[in-house]
Each structure stands twice: as C-alpha cells, then as structure tokens.
Nanobody, 117 residues
Framework: VQLVESGGGLAQPGGSLRLSCAASGFTFSSYAMSWARQAPGKGLEWVSSINTGGDSSYYADAVKGRFTISRDNAKNTVYLQMNSLTSDDTAVYFC???????????WGQGTQVVVSS
C-alpha cells in the first residue's frame, strides 16, 4: 500500500496550489479519500473528504469555499485544489484512504505547503 503526495511548495498569500495523491497497492475506488494537515506546533486537522464515487465531498469550515477535493478513480489519484491561500494554510498536508467498515486506513508521507510573501 502506498500513497504519495505531491504538489506542495511555496505559495504567496492569495495564491493557489494543487496537491495530488497517487495511490497504489489497494483498490482505490473502494476507499473514501481525505486530506488532513498539521501546522507547525499544532495537532493534526482534518481538511476534506470525498466518497468512493467522487460525488460527495466535505470540508472543514476553515477551507470551505477555497479548497476543492476531487478524485480520478481511473488514475488512482485524489487532488486538493487550494485557492486564496493564507498563512494559516501553512502545514504539512497528508492524504489518507479509509474503509471504516473494515477498520482500514492508509496514510501518505505528507507534502509541505508554505504560504508566505
């Protein structure tokens, strides 16, 4: 099982980044996918989730209206489009895959996002 995030980096306030998370080693389309983040000195914060079919998505209040989660089951990839970035979005972003009914959860290694002028 492997989840590999990419797309992080340095962005200016008000800018955008698109994170990707490529999955392998499991049946991607059977798992809900989510993003979480951990800001410096803070705990892990859930950001967004999307269901297996990609037709239902959920967002934390802190990112609602600015971030968009999507998935491509043919490419085994989940995305997080992040717009109108602020310094509060600076964090390590992790993707994870879940099948709660079976108690399964897989995590990626994270990608750093820094929002600074």
């Amino acid at each position: 099982v492997q989840l590999v995030e990419s797309g992080g980096g340095l962005a200016q306030p008000g800018g955008s980044l698109r994170l990707s998370c490529a999955a392998s080693g499991f049946t991607f389309s059977s798992y809900a996918m989510s993003w979480a983040r951990q800001a410096p000195g803070k705990g892990l914060e859930w950001v967004s989730s999307i269901n297996t079919g990609g037709d239902s998505s959920y967002y934390a209040d802190a990112v609602k209206g600015r971030f968009t989660i999507s998935r491509d089951n043919a490419k085994n990839t989940v995305y997080l489009q992040m717009n109108s970035l602020t310094s509060d979005d600076t964090a390590v972003y992790f993707c994870y895959a879940e099948r709660p009914r079976f108690g399964l959860k897989h995590w990626g290694q994270g990608t750093q996002v820094v929002v600074s002028s």
